[in-house]
């Protein structure tokens, strides 16, 4: 039997899990997650009230941004190695420690005059990398093999059923990523540049040779609130780069999505900034357009290419 948590029209940023939601997971066998920090407030909860496998099917897709973060820390240990070899042996007085403070709040206005802080950025961010994998075919390929190998493991009488109808899909989204290609192919190279509510399509872009030139809150989690700061450099990039669209998911935020509203009426003049709607973070209601993985996918690129399209 199969129980579904985060359903249609779910936000998995926003979601939290009911006492109803925690009965199921006590009682489950195997939890399926995407990981990576996308369940961020569900899942010390899953942790702690699972009696069954907790199996993140990301495992074994690479993961943009972690690579980034991981050269940062590296960076940041180089730095305090640097800086403890350059101390006394007195290092650690409280002299020392005010030192430290002025330090970091140098580097924070240093920081400031390149548009970027510390804090914000921090925020923004998941802790592992961006967690948006399934916008690429490819990554999905990843997790229905990941599954028939932990069904297949924990149920081995049905291996076969599991293997069977994880081929038949595989063949499925290899379908889609070609139907993909070929509707993306009427979008010049030069105007493949999307903008988003937030950092959503870093796998999608990657996959189909477009780059992700802005978004409202510039992170991987729709949590996040945008400064006045982010939102002028916004305004600035949409009419430099003469954007003609912005993709905001459906279950974004009421806020977010009157920022976009707002951004778009900012710009006037000759330049038409239309509002896409995508959906990135939930399936669609039963019967609407992307109610299943497959259609999602081709409905977010039919969505970017009218979006983009003179």
Known sequence: MLSVLIGPGINPHNYSAAPSDLRVVERADIIFINGLDLEENVLDDIAATAAGYIVPVSDGIRIIGAEDEADEHAHDDDEHDDDEHADDADEHDDDEHADDADEHDADEHADDEHGHDDDDEHAHEHAEGDPHVWMDPASAAVWVRNMVQVLSSADPANTYAYQRNGNAYLEQLNELDTEIRTMISVIP??????????????????????????????????????????????????????????????????????????????????????????LTGALALEGERGDTYLDLIRYNAEQVVNGLRE
Not at 199 to 222: C, H, K, L, N, R
Request: aromatic fraction near 6%.
């Open 189 to 278: 190279l030069e105007k493949r540049k999307l903008v988003l509510d937030h950092q959503a399509f870093t796998y999608f872009a990657e996959a189909y040779d477009f780059e992700v030139t802005g978004a409202i809150i510039p992170g991987t989690t729709s949590n996040a609130e945008p400064s006045a700061r982010d939102i002028a450099a916004l305004s600035r990039l949409l009419k430099e780069e003469q954007v003609r669209a912005i993709f905001v998911g459906k279950t974004a935020s009421s806020n977010l999505k009157k920022l976009a509203e707002t951004l778009t009426k900012e710009i006037g003049g000759d330049q038409e900034v239309r509002i896409m709607a995508t």
